[in-house]
């Protein structure tokens, strides 16, 4: 079992950045593939962002690309979404999600374990 706390969400203007952090906890972090997904009212939860086990391999949304990061530091169980250039349709709460293995995974549906989600608001 591995419980996830993500952290960071709030209020942005357009243009500006946000940082969201996961947290981890329960079983060994590097042994677990990570990812990022949003879900905005009224849509499905989407891919955003996702990781392999030691951060070697990500891959992005087509809508994020050039503009989020993730990234991740085994050592701290922590797991991190660096947001720059956000706009209005970035708006949505941002949950971070896990599962065993060792590359990375588009899916939602791949995934195990997820964190109660952070709400990001980007208006202005």
């Known amino acids: 079992q591995v419980h996830l706390v993500e952290s960071g969400g709030g209020l942005v203007q357009p243009g500006n950045s946000l940082r969201l952090s996961c947290a981890a906890s329960?079983?060994?972090?590097?042994?677990?593939?990570m990812g990022w997904f949003r879900q905005a009212p009224g849509k499905e939860r989407e891919f955003v962002a996702a990781i392999n086990w030691n951060g070697g391999s990500t891959g992005y949304a087509d809508s994020v690309k050039g503009r989020f990061s993730i990234s991740r530091e085994n050592v701290k169980n922590a797991l991190y979404l660096q947001m720059n250039s956000l706009k209005p349709e970035d708006t949505a709460v941002y949950y971070c999600?896990?599962?065993?293995?060792?590359?990375?995974?588009?899916?939602?549906?791949?995934?195990?374990?997820w964190g109660q989600g952070t709400q990001v608001t980007v208006s202005s």
């Open positions: 329960g079983r060994t972090f590097s042994n677990y593939a």
């Open positions: 999600a896990g599962r065993s293995g060792s590359g990375y995974y588009r899916s939602r549906d791949f995934y195990d374990y």
